[in-house]
């Protein structure tokens, strides 16, 4: 059974500019989640998808968004790129209907430079 | 404060010790506790999952929870050289889709 693949896995883009990742769950797997992680604030929970609509948040700006397509698969975009962007940016997959328990199965991440 | 603190280390064990990580917690809400382990440029990878206070064992790991103490351990009996990672603790509540985790701590085990 195929891994979460997430692409692409590293790149380098510049301040303003914008940025597309994508990550194709594992087959089965209706729940998607992303997760930034830095040094200095470990991983730090965006979003989670199922079934095509966002069921949480977290705490970061509006310039970070995403999406799921009906085949689960998903995409986090971010605008207007900062310098504080740069971090791996990790997708995670779950069978989890609502009500969920936790078990996260993770891509090896998008490795994100803003210079 | 955070909602989950773990000792980011490094700690460095030679090989064959045993290696206790741990992690405390404030909120009370919190009923499913994980821990992952990332190896370097690789993504996180679920080693243990308890519901609830109390123990559970696989292979050389054992996994603690202590509720009433929001503080959850993590065991590696007979360390590997191939245990040098960086652990991560990680907690959810019921019916929630949100894990919180720890800042995870790097671990060397020295042959």
């Known amino acids: 059974k195929a891994g979460v693949t997430q692409t692409p896995r590293y790149l380098i883009k510049t301040r303003g500019q914008q940025v597309t990742l994508s990550c194709s769950p594992i087959?089965?797997?209706?729940?998607v989640s992303w997760y930034q992680q830095t040094p200095g604030q470990g991983l730090q929970f965006l979003f989670e998808?199922?079934?095509?609509?966002?069921?949480n948040k977290g705490n970061f700006p509006g310039r970070f968004s995403g999406r799921q397509f009906s085949n689960s698969r998903s995409e986090m975009n971010v605008s207007t790129l900062e310098l504080g962007d740069s971090a791996l940016y990790l997708c995670?997959?779950?069978?989890?209907?609502?009500?969920?328990?936790?078990?996260?199965?993770f891509g090896e991440g998008s490795r994100l430079t803003v210079l | 404060q955070k909602e989950v603190e773990q000792d980011p280390g490094p700690l460095s064990v030679p090989e064959g010790a045993i290696v206790s990580l741990n992690c405390t917690y404030s909120?009370?809400?919190?009923?499913?506790f994980m821990w992952y382990r990332q190896y370097s440029r690789k993504g996180p990878e679920l080693l243990m999952y308890?519901?609830?206070?109390g123990n559970k064992e696989d292979g050389r790991f054992t996994a603690q929870v202590d509720k009433s103490s929001k503080y959850i351990s993590l065991f590696i009996r007979d360390s590997q050289p191939s245990d040098s990672a960086t652990y991560l603790c990680?907690?959810?509540?019921?019916?929630?889709?949100?894990?919180?985790f720890g800042i995870g701590t790097k671990l060397q085990v020295i042959p």
């Open positions: 990680a907690m959810t509540r019921e019916g929630y889709q949100k894990v919180t």
């Open positions: 308890t519901y609830s206070s």
């Open positions: 998808y199922f079934s095509e609509t966002q069921r």
């Open positions: 909120n009370s809400a919190f009923q499913y």
């Open positions: 087959s089965g797997h209706r729940s």
């Open positions: 995670a997959s779950s069978q989890r209907d609502p009500g969920g328990t936790g078990e996260l199965f």
